[in-house]
């Protein structure tokens, strides 16, 4: 599974402005709803449902949510990195600046596991979180998101 597999040029946001973690899932549903063809509200009430088991702000600034929807048919990602850093009740209590949101079928099991996993490594890699910080455009933040998996492949 690779990032590309999952992430198009239009799913990437570059300074989305949110001031809360819901009105950035809100934000990243809506997009998400144009991509899926699923409705932006079921999409939000998902990764909700998944947040209030735990937070997915998995510290150092990011963020994966994530959930399982039943009409779609593949995985697909959102990235967005933030204008502003919000609070997302992240695991270190630090604000959360870059939000990488996977959605899965139901059906997904493994694969759903596997990007996850690569969506994690990626972001866990402090010079990547550093250039996706410091880059100028959404299409500057797709081409390090894609082109950093297959220079760690």
Not at 3 to 14: A, K, M, R
Not at 24 to 48: D, F, H, P, W, Y
Not at 94 to 110: N, Q, R, T, Y
Not at 111 to 131: E, F, G, T, Y
């Amino acid at each position: 599974m690779e990032i590309e597999q999952i992430l198009t040029p239009e799913s990437v946001v570059d300074s989305l402005r949110a001031s809360s973690k819901r009105q950035a899932l809100q934000e990243l549903s809506e997009r998400a709803a144009v991509i899926t063809g699923i409705s932006g509200r079921e999409l939000l009430e998902t990764i909700l449902g998944r947040e209030r088991l735990g937070t997915t702000g998995v510290g150092h600034g990011v963020a994966i949510p994530h959930g399982r929807i039943d009409k779609i048919d593949r995985l697909y990602g959102l990235f967005a990195r933030l204008a502003e850093p919000i609070d997302f009740e992240a695991i270190d209590d630090e604000p959360v600046d870059l939000i990488f949101m996977l959605l899965a079928p139901e059906s997904a099991g493994a694969d759903h596991l596997k990007a996850l996993a690569k969506v994690s490594r990626l972001l866990r890699d402090k010079s990547i979180c550093d250039k996706l910080r410091g880059s100028d455009s959404a299409d500057a933040l797709y081409i390090l998101l894609t082109d950093t998996q297959a220079d760690a492949a």
